[in-house]
């Protein structure tokens, strides 16, 4: 948005700033890189990173940019989860409910409220593995790679085979700690334990990828994925 543009101050959403917010949150799960939502697709999964990500289409009319600024885009999403958190209130602890917020602010990059909504997701269903490796990932997001790998690890003991989560932690474990050995045993397990995984072919390009990093010092940090 222009920074002339007036912010919402009420619950009303223009259908402009809708189609903002999509065009933004989808450059942002390009921007993402590599790491698959819990309950993504493999082959829906982004594998661009931001470097390259198609910019977002100009929006005609009043010299409006491409992309609003992260203070509107908080407040954009605000007004979208404002429903939801309405009815939050009288059920606090629905999971589906407080899962969808979650999902607003992990997609518009807000992490820190992304993993507030998750995590009171998980206290009413700790069994949810695509939920708990969404939250992992938004901590790896927020620079946390320690508790990513955790929350990963925790996934597993409910979803041991769970495709997404072997992706995300052997990622995490190469990019964050530089443990070559353990991304490779990860996503070794990844297929052994899914054979028709459909992103089986990016699996393997990274697996021979890490392997040339293999005399690298488990624990040393690596670049972080770009957002």
Request: glycine fraction near 8%; hydrophobic fraction near 40%.
């Given at each position: 948005m222009a920074e002339n543009a007036k912010t919402p101050t009420s619950t009303t959403w223009t259908a402009v700033q809708a189609y903002t917010l999509a065009v933004v949150c989808l450059l942002l799960g390009m921007a993402g890189?590599?790491?698959?939502?819990?309950s993504q697709s493999p082959a829906a999964a982004p594998v661009e990173a931001a470097s390259t990500a198609a910019p977002a289409p100009a929006m005609g009319g009043g010299g409006m940019s491409a992309q609003p600024t992260p203070e509107q885009l908080k407040q954009?999403?605000?007004t979208q989860a404002a429903p939801l958190i309405?009815?939050?209130?009288?059920?606090?602890?629905?999971?589906?409910?407080?899962?969808?917020?979650?999902?607003?602010?992990y997609d518009a990059q807000q992490f820190p409220t992304a993993v507030d909504y998750y995590g009171r997701a998980l206290k009413a269903r700790p069994s949810?593995?695509?939920?708990?490796?969404?939250?992992?990932t938004a901590y790896w997001y927020?620079?946390?790679?320690?508790?990513?790998?955790?929350?990963?690890?925790?996934?597993?003991?409910?979803?041991?085979?769970?495709p997404n989560t072997l992706f995300n932690l052997g990622l995490v474990?190469?990019?964050?700690?530089?443990?070559?050995?353990?991304?490779?045993?990860?996503?070794e397990k990844l297929l052994a334990t899914n054979p028709n995984y459909e992103g089986k072919d990016k699996v393997?390009?990274?697996?021979?990828?890490?392997?040339k990093h293999v005399g690298v010092k488990p624990g040393t940090p690596a670049k972080p994925l770009p957002q």
């Open positions: 890189g590599w790491l698959i939502r819990g954009m999403v605000d309405e009815k939050l209130k009288s059920d606090p602890n629905n999971p589906e409910l407080l899962t969808s917020i979650g999902n607003s602010y949810d593995a695509a939920v708990r490796t969404d939250m992992a927020m620079g946390n790679a320690d508790t990513a790998i955790e929350e990963f690890n925790k996934a597993l003991k409910y979803e041991p085979n769970k474990k190469w990019q964050g700690k530089m443990d070559v050995q353990g991304a490779v045993a990860d996503w393997e390009q990274m697996i021979a990828e890490a392997k």
